[in-house]
């Protein structure tokens, strides 16, 4: 059974895809001596009752997103609300300029948006040199770095080497 690339309902990039395509990446990174950064980015909302995001919402959000992170960007939907862009190509300076400009972006109150209204962007980001193993370290770093925003702490982590 072939992976499935985008979700059907939203035009986004799987989770599983993204975990596949970011290993990938990464081997290619090591080869080629290149950084590759993961942003995680998770949006709570004002008016938003119960229930997930629809289809349309996560559409607009992933849009969004893919502007400020720009061309040879992967934007993948991990789950209701939240998102993940891998970057291959850029470093940990730059990643954090792209997470910074994805949270104001995400952060004003007239994107135009149907349905809830975002209250509270958080991001997270992680860099790599060439050397990292595998995908799942740099996801791991990334989801640390989102985390301790969450917590008031520093927005940005570099995975530790394995």
């Known amino acids: ?10 035009g986004l990039y799987t989770p599983r895809f993204l975990v596949a395509f970011g290993a990938r990446e990464l081997s290619f990174a090591r080869e080629g001596g290149y950084p590759v950064s993961l942003i995680t980015i998770s949006v709570d909302f004002l008016n938003r009752a119960s229930g997930s995001l629809s289809p349309d919402q996560v559409r ?35 990643a954090e300029q792209i997470a910074g400009k994805i949270k104001k972006t995400l952060a004003k109150r007239d994107l135009n948006m149907t349905g809830p209204i975002i209250g509270k962007v958080i991001v997270g980001a992680a860099s790599t040199s060439g050397e990292t193993e595998n995908f799942s370290d740099l996801l791991r770093s990334a989801r640390t770095a989102l985390e301790a925003a969450r917590n008031g702490g520093p927005a940005m982590a570099h995975p530790q080497y394995v």
Do not use: C, N, W
């Not at 059974?1 to 939203?10: F, G, K, P, S, Y």
């Not at 992933?62 to 789950?79: F, P, Q, T």
């Open 1 to 10: 059974m072939a992976l499935r690339e985008t979700d059907i309902l939203t």
């Open 60 to 94: 607009q959000l992933g849009d969004r997103i893919r502007l400020e992170a720009g061309e040879g960007s992967l934007v993948a939907h991990m789950g209701d609300r939240d998102m993940a862009v891998l970057l291959p190509g850029i470093g940990q300076a730059r």
